[in-house]
């Protein structure tokens, strides 16, 4: 089993539709990342989380410590939202850049 | 501001050849990781550093070489090249501060295929 799941793997979604992705690990965390990868192109930095909630522009992150859970959201989706979405956590003790990286959630928003 | 620059962006090698794939980063960040990305996986760390002079290893090391001689520099070496090293491979940096908001910054990637 993978220390860090992200669900769903895959998503597909009509413009303008509000869109959750999941992230569960199973180690004691410090932080945790979310990530954006466009096909083909490199990886963005969205958020770092270890308590609480984010929120920059229509994207809004929340990390539960206790329930080892973490959720991105994506209000009024637009199509150059698709893109896959990583979750990374920094396992507690471990150094800062030391990641676990989840699968990823490939998102698709179809105008 | 260049931010984090990996070169190439692609390569091809033989089985047997040696390379190195380069990361520079002018941010002055202490920290730096390389990753690998394959199909169906999650980004995984081969050496990371914390600082010039300091260097470690990640999840999967073996094959693979790193030194940190200057803050900006962080190069890959692939010793003897296998074709399970065909990946694409990410150099990202963060930076050390008493309140680190985390940012971490990565390079375009460098597809590397080995025949």
């Known amino acids: 089993k993978n220390e860090v799941e992200q669900s769903p793997q895959n998503l597909t979604a009509q413009e303008g539709e509000f869109i959750t992705i999941n992230c569960s690990y199973s180690?004691?965390?410090?932080?945790l990342h979310w990530l954006q990868q466009h096909p083909g192109g490199g990886i963005v930095s969205l958020f770092m989380l270890s308590s609480g909630k984010k929120k920059h522009g229509r994207l809004i992150a929340t990390i539960n410590i206790q329930e080892k859970h973490s959720s991105l959201h994506i209000t009024a989706s637009h199509p150059r939202d698709s893109a896959v979405y990583i979750c990374?956590?920094?396992?507690?003790?471990?150094?800062?850049?030391?990641?676990?990286f989840g699968t990823g959630t490939l998102l698709a928003v179809q105008p | 501001n260049a931010g984090v620059t990996q070169t190439p962006k692609f390569q091809v090698l033989k089985t047997g050849q040696s390379m190195t794939l380069q990361c520079a980063q002018d941010?002055?960040?202490?920290?730096m990781s390389w990753y690998r990305q394959d199909p169906g996986m999650g980004l995984r760390l081969i050496h990371y550093?914390?600082?010039?002079?300091?260097?470690d290893q990640g999840e999967v090391p073996n094959g693979y070489n790193v030194s940190r001689s200057t803050t900006e520099d962080f190069p890959l070496r692939l010793l003897s090249a296998a074709p399970s090293q065909t990946s694409v491979y990410f150099c990202?940096?963060?930076?050390?501060?008493?309140?680190?908001?985390?940012?971490?910054?990565f390079g375009e990637g460098s597809r590397l295929t080995v025949l």
């Open positions: 180690v004691g965390i410090s932080a």
């Open positions: 990202a940096s963060s930076p050390r501060r008493r309140t680190n908001t985390g940012e971490l910054f």
């Open positions: 550093s914390v600082g010039a002079g300091i260097t």
């Open positions: 990374a956590v920094r396992p507690t003790g471990g150094a800062t850049n030391k990641l676990i």
């Open positions: 941010m002055n960040h202490e920290y």
